[in-house]
């Protein structure tokens, strides 16, 4: 009896402890998954901030100490900053979500909705202060003691027992702007400001009121936070814009129409204060001399200091085009003409509108004499300065010669000038170069890989001279794999060494040395070719202008064999590397290091481990901080490995094959194959659960039992729907006689340029029994003198050069366009297909979709057709990424796994049920 009790009282123990039983990943699960956004490093680095944010509900902001390991959380609270001195952390705190969403249901007015709140940290004593009714604030980068904070719109006015009125706060007149000093925790309030901005070194802040503040008139005003001290530096009311100041704070410039007349054409002035004066002046404004006719200073202009602050940077425009406001509706003529002599067809001048009336070009007022200089002009409107705006010349950059080409090109054309910041004088130093040419740190040099040469180059501006950086004759620094009818792309550079000594490039797999004054042959730094390895600088200073080569070099490096990824140290004098972190996953190619301490942070994943925070004294030993997604050990979890094989014809390819959890080689597995041109570099990629825009969930496909397939494609101009055929199929039949492949449950799943290829590869095998394929052009014939309409380019460019591989106009070659449109031989289809296809995609015409879908059913073939209402070329609404992944997920089950068909797949939706079903 007492043995029994024994067991009683035992075996409920064992179940009560027992680890809960993995389970399937399930549709409503995805929901639980979090990102990580927005990691900081304190300078000091001992404190490390982050939010967190699931796919739906509340995120929080996370802050690590390093000194006692432990981490604090702010629920809600985003959009972090540490002050300078390591102090403080400022952040914004949300309003809950889901009170919000039930006062929205509830037609709560957008005004009377709860609003942010600022919350800051003091580090030091770990004492919360919040700050309701935030619109906005500024924490200083370059010194401490000062935040300031503007204040949503007031409802009720202040209450004052004095005869003064009080204006409503609102978005015209402004709302209550805080100056808060953080050590004392004391505010200085200012009424009714609609901009404020900080200054970068020095503790100066400015802001514009519009005044109705007993204490507070209308204009510009300066605060010195040092002194206390307050400048009204300009006392009138107008629209008041841009405030910027130089580096340390001693000069301000703006943009402000003061004119109180109605005119149409607004009066925009450009405003300078010096510390020196009490009010600033207006230095160019209406019919200056030096302007062209009738054009005037832009509100719209960037305005920028010099770095030494000796030159202040502007823009100007033309007078714009007025409608005239005298005609009613119907007297309006709504009509397009398109030219073929039109520089820009007319979709893209539509897209690029609102761009066309806010362009403005560049011109610099000389601080110390006044003077006014244009740089930019209609025909060089793209100016970029040199050395921060010191230099003494700017480069200028015209691609106007060549827009008409751009219809069917898409490949940068530019010509190229040097202007002199003193005359304005132009000198044209190249015509027609294929890249996009830019300025080295100093200003010595103009330089850009050119894309016809396979070539770097570089213009030495004081030898007037140009000199070809790389040639090839050794290594290839252009992409060895290119597969595309245009000229190959460069591997990048790492930068330029102290005082432009040397431009840093990549190859493949190398960092090389180039001399500008080509007196020095080249050198390869780092010589790790030979391992198959890729080697690149990461830079952890964000405001590094060039490489220090006195330094070692944080490097990281990739193995294109293994796919292992990790970082070393290099020095570049004595070749020497220092390897720090290396594995079987990815390691971020950003390492965030602390302003002024030996701290790191940065991330590496692979499939079963989230990219987490990863906190490092000295980036070998490290620690993970962060934690996001501790619910994955709730779930199954797959494997991902290399694949191997032969294609048709004969190529050996690599592929990524994704197993199930507890895979077991004598079972048979339905498998679900994706692909986009070649992506075995995300080998160690972590699918974290999501509603995706486009694509199917890994995560969950391994969880759910399937395999995932994905082949890389090596393409062949001129036959791309071939080449895909040629990879794929030998991939899926390669591990089908591994035998753990179902060979009767195999799927397949694409968006876009995958979405085609899944379109032409139904019309020739039948391997597959059911496909999924998004976004897909079926019809290349119609599709090549379409539009891609989110940028109003035309589609011929990406036929003869780009993706689609043809390699020729359609009159050139109409045999290769016809033989790789899938809509030819839809009577060969036998595969179920699901397409997506929505109404406003502007990358493929989603009446690509429709043919597709129309042919398939005058054919009486089954296929569905999802048209996700005003959303683009992938999915960007919740909601529709949450359905859409749902549907794809019993649409695939049902047919490899044998679910039961889905009421929308068995019945349809009709319209009038649309939003329901």
């Known amino acids: 009896m007492s043995r029994l009790l024994l067991l009683l009282c035992f075996f409920p123990l064992i179940a009560f402890s027992q680890t809960p039983a993995k389970r399937m990943l399930e549709h409503a699960d995805i929901a639980k998954w979090k990102s990580i956004e927005s990691s900081k490093i304190s300078g000091d680095g001992r404190w490390v901030g982050y939010v967190v944010k699931p796919l739906e509900g509340d995120g929080e902001l996370r802050l690590y100490d390093g000194q006692s390991d432990k981490t604090l959380s702010v629920p809600r609270a985003e959009n972090l900053n540490f002050s300078q001195d390591s102090r403080y952390l400022a952040f914004t705190i949300k309003p809950f979500r889901d009170s919000t969403m039930n006062m929205r249901r509830r037609k709560v007015k957008r005004d009377d909705l709860p609003k942010d709140t600022l919350g800051v940290y003091d580090l030091r004593t770990m004492k919360l202060n919040k700050y309701a009714g935030v619109k906005s604030y500024q924490m200083p980068g370059k010194w ?4 300031a904070y503007l204040r949503e719109p007031a409802k009720a006015l202040p209450k004052d027992t004095s005869k003064f009125v009080w204006k409503k706060e609102n978005e015209e007149n402004g709302s209550r702007l805080v100056l808060l000093e953080l050590g004392a925790n004391q505010e200085r309030l200012i009424g009714y400001v609609k901009s404020y901005q900080l200054a970068r070194d020095k503790a100066r802040i400015a802001w514009y009121t519009t005044g109705g503040d007993p204490e507070q008139k209308a204009g510009v005003y300066v605060f010195d936070g040092e002194t206390r001290q307050t400048k009204h530096v300009l006392a009138q009311k107008g629209n008041v814009k841009q405030l910027t100041f130089d580096r340390p704070g001693t000069q301000l410039a703006f943009v402000a129409d003061l004119d109180t007349t109605k005119a149409r054409v607004r009066p925009f002035g450009v405003y300078h204060w010096q510390s020196t004066a009490d009010k600033a002046r207006l230095v160019v404004g209406k019919g200056a001399s030096f302007l062209p006719k009738d054009w005037l200073p832009s509100d719209n202009g960037n305005l920028s200091f010099a770095k030494d602050g000796s030159k202040l940077y502007f823009g100007i425009a033309p007078p714009p085009i007025l409608m005239d406001t005298m005609l009613l509706e119907e007297e309006i003529v709504n009509l397009e003409v398109w030219s073929t002599s039109d520089e820009r067809i007319y979709p893209m001048q539509k897209v690029q509108l609102e761009q066309d009336r806010r362009r403005s070009y560049t011109c610099v007022l000389h601080v110390a004499d006044g003077k006014l200089v244009q740089l930019g002009s209609l025909d060089v409107p793209e100016i970029r300065l040199s050395n921060e705006g010191n230099g003494t010349q700017v480069l200028g950059v015209s691609n106007k010669p060549y827009r008409v080409q751009m219809t069917w090109d898409a490949e940068p054309v530019n010509d190229v000038y040097l202007i002199d910041v003193q005359s304005g004088k132009k000198e044209k130093i190249a015509t027609a170069a294929h890249g996009n040419p830019n300025l080295s740190p100093m200003g010595k040099y ?4 050119s894309l016809t040469d396979s070539a770097w180059m570089a213009w030495n501006i004081a030898k007037k001279s140009l000199v070809k950086l790389s040639n090839n004759d050794k290594v290839k620094f252009y992409d060895e794999l290119a597969d595309s009818p245009e000229n190959p792309n460069s591997y990048g550079f790492a930068g330029w060494s102290s005082e432009d000594d040397y431009f840093m490039a990549y ?19 780092t010589n790790m ?31 294109e064999v293994t796919k292992e990824e990790g970082y070393l140290w290099y020095d570049i004098h004595s070749g020497k590397k220092r390897p720090l972190q290396k594995g079987a996953y990815n390691f971020s190619s950003q390492v965030q290091k602390a302003k002024n ?28 901080i962060s934690q996001a997604n501790p619910q994955q050990a709730e779930f199954f979890w797959g494997t991902s490995e290399l694949t191997e094989w032969t294609a048709m014809d004969g190529q050996k390819l690599q592929g990524i094959l994704i197993k199930p959890a507890g895979f077991d080689q004598k079972k048979k597995y339905p498998m679900i194959t994706y692909f986009y041109e070649r992506m075995t570099d995300q080998l160690h990629h972590h699918w974290t659960p999501g509603y995706n825009r486009s694509m199917l969930n890994f995560a969950q496909l391994a969880s759910r039992g399937f395999l995932v397939f994905i082949p890389d494609i090596p393409y062949r101009i001129g036959y791309p729907g071939e080449s895909a055929q040629n990879a794929i199929i030998s991939g899926v039949t390669a591990l089908v006689d591994k035998g753990f492949v179902d060979k009767d449950n195999l799927g397949v799943q694409g968006h876009s ?23 897909p052009v079926v019809n290349m014939v119609s599709a090549y003198g379409g539009i891609r309409w989110e940028s109003g380019m035309s589609r011929m460019f990406q036929y003869e050069h780009t993706q689609s591989r043809i390699g020729g106009t359609l009159w050139e070659k109409p045999l290769r366009y016809m033989e790789n449109s899938p809509i030819f031989f839809l ?36 296929a569905w057709l999802l048209n996700y209402n005003e959303e683009g070329h992938g999915l960007v609404k919740l909601q529709n990424r949450k359905d859409f992944q749902l549907r794809m997920l019993q649409f695939f089950e049902h047919y490899l796994k044998g679910a039961p068909k889905p009421g929308w797949m068995e019945k349809g939706v009709a319209a009038i049920e649309r939003g329901v079903k």
């Not at 179920?832 to 009486?860: S, T």
């Open 753 to 775: 340029w995958g979405g085609y290829q899944i379109a032409y590869l139904v019309t020739k095998t039948n391997i597959f029994k059911c496909a999924e394929s998004g976004a």
């Open 827 to 862: 009577d060969k289809v036998s595969t179920p297909l699901l397409i997506m296809a929505n109404d406003k995609d502007g990358a493929v015409p989603w009446y690509q979709g429709i043919e597709f879908y129309m042919g398939l059913r005058r054919l009486g073939k089954p």
């Open 507 to 525: 190859d493949r797999y190398d960092i090389w040395m180039l001399d500008p004054t080509a007196q020095l042959k080249p050198t390869n730094l």
């Open 446 to 449: 103009i330089y850009w890989y």
């Open 529 to 559: 070719r030979a391992e198959k390895t890729e080697a690149r600088y990461v830079r952890t200073d964000p405001e590094e202008r060039s490489i220090e080569e006195v330094k070692p070099l944080l490097l990281h490096y990739t193995n």
């Open 144 to 147: 401490s003691g000062w935040l």
């Open 597 to 624: 301490a030996d701290r790191w942070i940065f991330t590496r994943e692979n499939f079963q481990t989230f990219p987490d925070i990863v906190y490092s004294a000295d980036l070998q030993s490290v620690k993970t």
